[in-house]
């Protein structure tokens, strides 16, 4: 099964959303995400909060009149670098 | 050899045997193993409903997430969200232009002159001309908030992103970039949540072609004085302008400029839920406060710059010295030279300048017939300069945001480059073309 995913990673041609993944392995939302968090602990995939920019660190804070920090935007699973097709 | 250090020696040939027979190693195999009989358990005992449960959210993603549908409707709500905020904000800007000229004709009076001049045309014309759009700005991120409270805005970065992986960019770019939106500062460092480094720099490189919420002060100035029934269509052609110029652009760097190939994703979209009125308010609050606080420290301190060099007459020389350039692109005044000068410490600080040097004129009127009147302007001038303002050189916070991501001057200057001429040429060619028609 976590072969599989890791198929379907390598073999993407675009990018495309959890349900969309369920769907292709017919296995529940639920149970991928717990798959896919044993992926990312295994180092075989990177999971990014997304949108979050870290506005702390930013000396333009105090002066920024147009924050885009903690915009909810989702999280994202990736191949780390090198790993993808033809990487 | 010890039976301890032969046990060892079994466990490392057979972990090297399972690896070279599957391909993987033992703790993936044991895990694989574990879900696999899980999902076989499952499809045996588990009787599943001959028509599979569609959810509101699937209904909802079937259009939003839709191939051909999705990024239509992100420009069509793209498009409404602009309406709704001039719409909205246009009977609450004139009653805070009317507040200003009862406020700043008794400043003018006020002796000595150069006092009188300095509050009514610097701080009340200049200042209060930046901050007579607050409405604006409070309109249009509550729409912001409520698209991403709901939910929305996630989907619509996930729809452009399959639109740019389709022309050999990476998908997670986009997402930098309708950050651009707000601000561009923020943007370019959540591009710092791309591992590929090519993609990372192309991404920080667009980045600044979004239109912030800094431009908008401009647009709304000018959109009011030159388009009175069309405000919302003609700063939505400038978002609009904005995004097909960035795609446009990171093509053209990916092939040219930094090649490479990029990653593929998956993405958790977060679930659509109802946006509370707390969470818009708290949203809407942070990000306007952070305007107003703006309006009353750079752009007040960009504003006493420009009235003191306007009342001592060295503005004017500067202006002229630059002006030339702009020429082609029909707005080759000392003026908006000045405005563009300035524009770079903060793009509000256009409308500032504006304000300072046609002090007087308040409201879209009033702009409108000092523009027309005093520069000759016309909606296509008007149209070529909000371009300009668009693209050209991205504001100092920007650049310093830039040159600690990409940690490189050279890349720095290239943007500052690279924005300046494709502004210059975008700008020209509207005025130009535009010229042969109207």
Same mark, same amino acid.
């Given at each position: 099964?976590?072969?599989?995913?890791?198929?379907?990673?390598?073999?993407?041609?675009?990018?495309?959303?959890?349900?969309?993944?369920?769907?292709?392995?017919?296995?529940?939302?639920?149970?991928?995400?717990?798959?896919?968090?044993?992926?990312?602990?295994?180092?075989?995939?990177?999971?990014?909060?997304?949108?979050?920019?870290?506005?702390?660190?930013?000396?333009?804070?105090?002066?920024?009149?147009?924050?885009?920090?903690?915009?909810?935007?989702?999280?994202?699973?990736?191949?780390?670098?090198?790993?993808?097709?033809?990487? | 050899?010890?039976?301890?250090?032969?046990?060892?020696?079994?466990?490392?040939?057979?972990?090297?045997?399972?690896?070279?027979?599957?391909?993987?190693?033992?703790?993936?195999?044991?895990?694989?193993?574990?879900?696999?009989?899980?999902?076989?358990?499952?499809?045996?005992?588990?009787?599943?409903?001959?028509?599979?449960?569609?959810?509101?959210?699937?209904?909802?993603?079937?259009?939003?997430?839709?191939?051909?549908?999705?990024?239509?409707?992100?420009?069509?709500?793209?498009?409404?969200?602009?309406?709704?905020?001039?719409?909205?904000?246009?009977?609450?800007?004139?009653?805070?232009?009317?507040?200003?000229?009862?406020?700043?004709?008794?400043?003018?009076?006020?002796?000595?002159?150069?006092?009188?001049?300095?509050?009514?045309?610097?701080?009340?014309?200049?200042?209060?001309?930046?901050?007579?759009?607050?409405?604006?700005?409070?309109?249009?991120?509550?729409?912001?908030?409520?698209?991403?409270?709901?939910?929305?805005?996630?989907?619509?970065?996930?729809?452009?992103?399959?639109?740019?992986?389709?022309?050999?960019?990476?998908?997670?770019?986009?997402?930098?970039?309708?950050?651009?939106?707000?601000?561009?500062?923020?943007?370019?460092?959540?591009?710092?949540?791309?591992?590929?480094?090519?993609?990372?720099?192309?991404?920080?490189?667009?980045?600044?072609?979004?239109?912030?919420?800094?431009?908008?002060?401009?647009?709304?100035?000018?959109?009011?004085?030159?388009?009175?029934?069309?405000?919302? +269509? !003609?700063?939505? /052609? =400038?978002?609009?302008? &904005? $995004?097909?110029?960035? #795609?446009?652009? %990171?093509?053209?760097?990916?092939?040219?400029?930094?090649?490479?190939?990029?990653?593929?994703?998956?993405?958790?979209?977060?679930?659509?839920?109802?946006?509370?009125?707390?969470?818009?308010?708290?949203?809407?609050?942070?990000?306007?406060?952070?305007?107003?606080?703006?309006?009353?420290?750079?752009?007040?301190?960009?504003? +006493? !710059?420009?009235? /003191? =060099?306007?009342?001592? &007459? $060295?503005?004017?020389? #500067?202006?002229? %010295?630059?002006?030339?350039?702009?020429?082609?692109?029909?707005?080759?005044?000392?003026?908006?030279?000045?405005?563009?000068?300035?524009?770079?410490?903060?793009?509000?600080?256009?409308?500032?300048?504006?304000?300072?040097?046609?002090?007087?004129?308040?409201?879209?009127?009033?702009?409108?017939?000092?523009?027309?009147?005093? +520069?000759?302007?016309?909606?296509?001038?008007?149209?070529?300069?909000?371009?300009? #303002?668009?693209?050209?050189?991205?504001?100092?916070?920007?650049?310093?945001?830039?040159?600690?991501?990409?940690?490189?001057?050279?890349?720095?200057?290239?943007?500052?480059?690279?924005?300046?001429?494709?502004?210059?040429?975008?700008?020209?060619?509207?005025?130009?073309?535009?010229?042969?028609?109207?």
């Amino acid at each position: 099964m976590l072969a599989e995913i890791m198929k379907q990673f390598r073999e993407a041609d675009e990018p495309f959303d959890l349900n969309e993944l369920a769907r292709r392995l017919d296995v529940a939302p639920g149970a991928l995400e717990g798959m896919l968090a044993t992926l990312v602990r295994q180092g075989k995939l990177r999971e990014v909060e997304i949108g979050s920019a870290d506005c702390r660190e930013c000396r333009s804070r105090l002066s920024c009149a147009h924050l885009a920090g903690g915009a909810a935007l989702g999280k994202v699973y990736e191949l780390p670098p090198g790993q993808h097709r033809g990487g | 050899m010890s039976p301890h250090e032969d046990i060892l020696r079994v466990r490392d040939e057979s972990l090297e045997h399972l690896r070279k027979v599957h391909g993987d190693d033992a703790e993936t195999l044991i895990a694989d193993a574990r879900y696999g009989f899980i999902s076989g358990l499952m499809k045996d005992v588990l009787t599943k409903p001959a028509v599979a449960r569609v959810t509101a959210t699937d209904r909802i993603d079937g259009f939003v997430l839709n191939r051909w549908l999705g990024i239509p409707l992100f420009l069509l709500i793209l498009y409404a969200v602009f309406q709704f905020t001039f719409a909205v904000s246009a009977p609450l800007i004139d009653l805070i232009n009317t507040g200003l000229d009862k406020l700043a004709a008794p400043a003018a009076g006020i002796t000595p002159g150069w006092l009188g001049s300095l509050l009514a045309d610097g701080i009340i014309g200049g200042v209060g001309a930046v901050l007579a759009f607050i409405p604006i700005i409070l309109l249009l991120y509550i729409a912001l908030s409520i698209l991403e409270d709901t939910g929305y805005l996630a989907r619509a970065a996930f729809v452009m992103d399959r639109l740019m992986h389709k022309i050999g960019l990476h998908g997670r770019s986009f997402v930098s970039l309708i950050l651009g939106f707000g601000c561009s500062v923020p943007a370019v460092m959540s591009a710092r949540t791309i591992e590929n480094p090519s993609d990372r720099l192309v991404t920080i490189l667009v980045t600044p072609l979004m239109s912030c919420g800094a431009r908008l002060p401009v647009y709304a100035l000018l959109a009011g004085a030159f388009f009175t029934a069309y405000q919302g +269509l !003609v700063v939505f /052609a =400038m978002y609009a302008i &904005g $995004v097909v110029l960035a #795609i446009l652009l %990171a093509w053209l760097f990916r092939k040219r400029l930094v090649p490479g190939e990029s990653g593929h994703f998956v993405m958790e979209l977060p679930p659509y839920r109802l946006p509370t009125i707390t969470s818009v308010a708290a949203h809407v609050w942070e990000r306007s406060w952070a305007f107003i606080s703006r309006a009353g420290s750079i752009i007040f301190v960009a504003v +006493l !710059v420009i009235w /003191a =060099m306007n009342y001592f &007459g $060295v503005l004017e020389s #500067i202006g002229r %010295a630059v002006a030339p350039v702009f020429g082609p692109a029909g707005f080759g005044q000392w003026q908006p030279a000045i405005a563009m000068i300035f524009g770079v410490l903060a793009k509000e600080t256009v409308v500032g300048t504006f304000g300072t040097l046609f002090a007087g004129a308040e409201g879209s009127s009033g702009f409108a017939a000092a523009l027309s009147g005093q +520069l000759g302007w016309t909606p296509l001038v008007a149209f070529a300069f909000m371009t300009m #303002i668009l693209l050209y050189i991205p504001c100092v916070a920007t650049l310093g945001i830039i040159k600690k991501e990409t940690g490189s001057w050279k890349w720095t200057v290239f943007t500052i480059a690279y924005t300046f001429v494709l502004g210059w040429t975008v700008a020209t060619l509207i005025y130009q073309i535009g010229r042969l028609f109207i």
